[in-house]
């Protein structure tokens, strides 16, 4: 990473047209304290103002909230804005891998 990308996200991923894709890992739970995705997308975007480029950001829960939750809704609720994708979980409650994002990221590396 650059040096005004260092400590931004938590890594980047590039495409195939050399194009970087910010990844930010979160470990959200149903306690944690919910935040709107609006708030979650306007601190990505004081981040990305150190970026050279206006590069699209990937918001990956870790584990996989309760079914319908309040705080799945608030965070991981569909949006128009397509600098910002949102996944509810990397792994699922069995403990696997949650092979609609495995695919979700294959398809947009395509």
């Not at 195939?16 to 306690?31: A, L, M, T």
């Not at 995705?37 to 990305?48: D, G, H, I, N, P």
């Amino acid at each position: 990473m650059a040096d005004n990308e260092f400590e931004l996200f938590d890594c980047y991923l590039q495409t195939k047209d050399r194009k970087k894709v910010f990844v930010d890992i979160k470990d959200y739970n149903e306690i944690t304290n919910a935040t709107e995705q609006t708030e979650v997308f306007k601190k990505a975007r004081l981040k990305l103002a150190n970026c050279t480029e206006n590069n699209p950001v990937y918001f990956i829960n870790f584990r996989q909230l309760q079914p319908n939750s309040k705080y799945e809704q608030k965070l991981f609720s569909p949006q128009s804005d397509r600098q910002f994708f949102t996944c509810s979980s990397m792994f699922l409650a069995d403990g696997k891998l949650n092979s609609q994002l495995a695919k979700n990221l294959l398809d947009y590396f395509e």
